[in-house]
């Protein structure tokens, strides 16, 4: 691929690092794979995350339309796992069915949802509303052309920008190699202090100084 040809994204540099046929079957000959479970269940729950707060209402409404989807945890835990009971039954109807290793695992993931569910609830109904939920972002940079999406991006204490990327499976607590080594955070900065950079609007959204966020990029 030349410059300007091809668009770049976190997920391609991280495959190119990991096996070079990889990211050749991937994204050069487009390679068509299995739907597997775990990409299902993490989608469902990335979907969940981004329209948490919209969906979250008043658990003393009078009316059910004030209350929303859900109130408090075992509410939101029941929606997220009707959510899946869907998401299997539309698999099952689609033309993109998911691969399932066995009959129980569908079962099984509705269980770990429920779970996961539960605690993710008590998360994010303790923090603010973020400034971007499934934030896509599109920019120029040493000649090529980079795109993404970040899950979350929040305002933390004394103005500090937090980027927050959503897993569902693995170990909660990444080893040292995988935090110094993954492409992806150093990326999702890059993305947002080259918008910045661009955008006086988006820079205010953020809450930075236009006049310093012209400087990123620089250091």
Known sequence: MRRGDEYYTASKVDSANYCAR????????????????????GSLMHELAEHFWDRLGDSNAET?????????????????????????????????????NSEEEKWIIKSK??????????VLS?????????????????????KGRIDEVQKG????????????GGKP???????????????????????AKASREFSERLGWDWEESKTLLGN
């Open 173 to 195: 607590n990444p080893k040292d190699m995988k935090v110094e080594n993954d492409p992806q955070p150093t990326f999702y900065c890059l993305a947002l202090s080259a918008m």
């Open 22 to 41: 990889r990211f050749f079957l991937e994204y050069i000959e487009r390679v068509k794979v299995s739907r597997l479970p775990a990409y299902a269940r």
């Open 113 to 122: 949802i429920q779970k996961s569910a539960l605690h993710l609830f008590e």
């Open 64 to 100: 059910k339309k004030a209350r929303k989807k859900y109130t408090n945890a075992e509410e939101f835990s029941k929606y997220a796992c009707g959510k899946w009971i869907c998401e299997v039954m539309r698999s099952e109807r689609g033309n993109n069915p998911i691969a399932w």
């Open 157 to 168: 204490e004394n103005g500090m920008i937090i980027i927050r990327d959503y897993k569902t």
């Open 126 to 146: 303790k923090q603010p509303k973020p400034i971007f939920s499934e934030f896509p972002f599109g920019f120029y940079f040493d000649g090529f052309r980079w």
